[in-house]
């Protein structure tokens, strides 16, 4: 056991990170073209084939299925914590592999199933997502989020 730890400790990514062009705008749209894709633990194990999906921006699309079907693997290829075997994720027609992964991550937001919180402050749980983040901003995340008028009727609000 103590081996596959260290042999996952060990592994590098091909995810380059500080390089590529910078997002400095995004409209929303998602599109996923004859994605090919597996874990690097599990190259053996397809998740996907041929796989597309198109999500157009302003619109919302829900991935209904089983537990291991491969809702969160989509999550993953377009937040880049992988890439495809082959095939492209882009959004707004940009190949999200030619783009610098932090400029990327700056547009996405991921509220996970089971949300972590640290043991401080509304607030600076959610500022932890944006360096330098205004109190303004934090308070528009809030109510992008449906959270503002809860956070506000607590005793301690924010």
């Known amino acids: 056991m103590v081996a596959l730890v260290f042999e996952l400790l060990d592994r590098k990514t091909t995810v380059a ?3 590529g062009d ?19 633990s599990r190259h053996g194990v397809l998740i996907f084939k041929d796989f597309d999906l198109e999500v157009s921006a302003g ?6 299925r089983s537990s291991g079907s491969g809702k969160s693997s989509v999550i993953s ?3 880049r914590f992988y890439d495809p ?13 030619k783009l610098n992964l ?7 937001g991921l ?3 089971e949300p972590s919180l640290f043991a401080t402050s509304i607030y600076e749980n959610i500022v932890y997502g944006k360096d330098n983040a205004s109190e303004s901003e934090v308070i528009e995340a809030a109510k992008v989020a449906n959270a503002h008028n809860f956070i506000s009727s607590l005793l301690e609000g924010y």
């Open 17 to 19: 990170g500080d390089v």
């Open 22 to 40: 910078e997002l400095t705008k995004v409209d929303g749209t998602i599109k996923m073209k004859s994605v090919h894709f597996s874990y690097p």
């Open 59 to 64: 619109k919302s699309m829900a991935l209904v």
């Open 77 to 79: 290829l377009i937040l």
């Open 85 to 97: 075997i082959s095939g492209s994720v882009m959004i707004d027609g940009l190949d999200i592999k």
């Open 102 to 108: 932090k400029s990327l991550r700056k547009f996405i």
């Open 111 to 113: 509220v996970q199933q």
